[in-house]
């Protein structure tokens, strides 16, 4: 993947965005434990970004993923991991299949106004019962004349709670486990929802993670994406745009991690020298920047292949893994150098070290890309 001049004043503008509207907030908004995503995702659609690879039908710029990648990538420089990842949820994977496979009116309902900014946007896959394993889904959304009436429940779902549409995927027939799902557009006013609570978790604190329970929740039938059985299929292609995104945002965040760790090392004395000056911390963190680079190596090959047309499954679930691996052991390795430092709370490594831990969990456990890895490797002989 080549960078051009306007994938360069991309980076410039959102740089320079992120500096002066989103990080002089992000303590505040952590504390919080909520951000204002309508606020800010109304000032990132007027500037553009919540639409990058979007038709231009609908607002959108048309542009091929690796302009998607490259936000992704300085979406990192902002000082937390909750406010990234709602607005990767709004651009990458809550709207590819509606993109992709929404008619035009529902792309006029909800992509428009959501690339806008004037909708915030979520995706209900997980559920209690039902994470990884996306096949496992007990919602149901069963046809009622025109409409589709759903209940269920959904969990772990990012932006939930300020959401003004959900894409929902549900069971909407018998049958075989990845045959009978579609995704649907729910309107989240509509009567029957119920925004249950807002999870505490250990990290992502400025991200409001919701439990949504429906209650013969009904909505009409127009608002399913593409073809009724065809969920589970559209929903694994969505997963691909997903994961180059989620190893996309861990390059800047782990790269930010090793400089500050670097600096404080340089000015914390220890037994008459600066802490960097022990070979064992220059040389840890030497071989951590050298692991960061290979996963912009192969995100930037993923997102190549990607954008050359070609089925990204296996590059993209290998990105993903090494991503959420490195989001574990960089944090990890830097904050015992910080000492005592590190371990408080406001610590910018600790926060990354909490927020981090969620990347090889979300979005497809390791195990799952390492199942999905194998299988590429078992039955598609030749791909090495």
């Given at each position: 993947m080549q960078l051009t001049h306007e994938h360069q004043e991309l980076k410039r503008q959102l740089e320079r965005f992120?500096?002066?509207?989103?990080?002089?907030?992000?303590?505040?908004?952590?504390?919080?434990?909520?951000?204002?995503?309508?606020?800010?995702?109304?000032?990132?659609?007027?500037?553009?970004?919540?639409?990058?690879?979007?038709?231009?039908?609908?607002?959108?710029?048309?542009?091929?993923?690796?302009?998607?990648?490259?936000?992704?990538?300085?979406?990192?420089?902002?000082?937390?991991?909750?406010?990234?990842?709602?607005?990767?949820?709004q651009t990458d994977m809550a709207t590819p299949a509606l993109a992709r496979f929404g008619s035009a009116a529902l792309c006029q309902e909800f992509l428009a106004p959501a690339i806008r900014g004037e909708m915030v946007a979520c995706v209900g896959v997980s559920e209690p019962v039902?994470?990884?394993?996306?096949?496992?889904?007990?919602?149901?959304?069963?046809?009622?004349?025109?409409?589709?009436?759903?209940?269920?429940?959904?969990?772990?779902?990012?932006?939930?709670l300020q959401a003004d549409w959900m894409c929902l995927l549900a069971n909407t027939g018998e049958g075989s486990a990845h045959k009978n799902k579609s995704l649907i557009i729910v309107p989240m006013n509509t009567p029957g929802i119920t925004r249950a609570k807002k999870i505490k978790k250990i990290g992502m604190m400025a991200s409001d993670t919701g439990l949504i329970y429906f209650d013969e929740v009904r909505v009409p039938q127009r608002y399913r994406i593409g073809e009724e059985g065809f969920g589970f299929t559209y929903?694994?292609?969505?997963?691909?745009?997903?994961?180059?995104?989620?190893?996309?945002?861990?390059?800047?965040?782990?790269?930010?991690?090793?400089?500050?760790?670097?600096?404080?090392?340089?000015?914390?004395?220890?037994?008459?020298?600066?802490?960097?000056?022990?070979?064992?911390?220059?040389?840890t963190l030497a071989e951590l920047k050298t692991e960061v680079e290979s996963l912009r190596a192969l995100t930037y090959m993923?997102?190549?292949?990607?954008?050359?047309?070609?089925?990204?499954?296996?590059?993209?679930?290998?990105?993903?893994?090494?991503?959420?691996?490195?989001?574990?052991?960089?944090?990890?390795?830097?904050?015992?150098?910080?000492?005592g430092m590190g371990y408080t709370w406001d610590n910018p490594v600790s926060r990354l070290f909490r927020d981090g831990r969620l990347a090889s969990i979300g979005g497809g456990a390791d195990e799952v890309m390492l199942g999905i890895i194998s299988k590429y490797m078992h039955t598609l002989p030749g791909r090495r």
């Amino acid at each position: 993947m080549q960078l051009t001049h306007e994938h360069q004043e991309l980076k410039r503008q959102l740089e320079r965005f992120i500096a002066d509207e989103i990080n002089p907030h992000v303590d505040e908004w952590e504390a919080a434990e909520i951000f204002p995503a309508h606020e800010v995702f109304g000032q990132l659609g007027k500037l553009g970004y919540l639409g990058l690879t979007k038709p231009q039908a609908y607002g959108g710029s048309g542009l091929d993923y690796s302009y998607s990648v490259v936000m992704a990538e300085v979406l990192g420089q902002i000082g937390c991991g909750a406010v990234p990842m709602a607005i990767g949820v709004q651009t990458d994977m809550a709207t590819p299949a509606l993109a992709r496979f929404g008619s035009a009116a529902l792309c006029q309902e909800f992509l428009a106004p959501a690339i806008r900014g004037e909708m915030v946007a979520c995706v209900g896959v997980s559920e209690p019962v039902a994470g990884s394993d996306v096949s496992a889904i007990k919602t149901t959304a069963r046809k009622d004349g025109d409409d589709y009436v759903i209940n269920g429940s959904k969990m772990w779902i990012t932006n939930s709670l300020q959401a003004d549409w959900m894409c929902l995927l549900a069971n909407t027939g018998e049958g075989s486990a990845h045959k009978n799902k579609s995704l649907i557009i729910v309107p989240m006013n509509t009567p029957g929802i119920t925004r249950a609570k807002k999870i505490k978790k250990i990290g992502m604190m400025a991200s409001d993670t919701g439990l949504i329970y429906f209650d013969e929740v009904r909505v009409p039938q127009r608002y399913r994406i593409g073809e009724e059985g065809f969920g589970f299929t559209y929903q694994m292609m969505q997963f691909q745009e997903e994961r180059l995104w989620a190893a996309a945002n861990a390059i800047q965040s782990l790269t930010n991690c090793i400089e500050q760790t670097i600096t404080y090392t340089r000015e914390r004395q220890a037994f008459g020298q600066s802490v960097l000056d022990n070979q064992v911390v220059h040389f840890t963190l030497a071989e951590l920047k050298t692991e960061v680079e290979s996963l912009r190596a192969l995100t930037y090959m993923a997102t190549r292949h990607y954008v050359d047309g070609e089925d990204v499954t296996e590059w993209a679930s290998m990105a993903k893994l090494k991503a959420g691996r490195l989001l574990r052991r960089v944090p990890d390795a830097c904050l015992q150098f910080w000492g005592g430092m590190g371990y408080t709370w406001d610590n910018p490594v600790s926060r990354l070290f909490r927020d981090g831990r969620l990347a090889s969990i979300g979005g497809g456990a390791d195990e799952v890309m390492l199942g999905i890895i194998s299988k590429y490797m078992h039955t598609l002989p030749g791909r090495r």
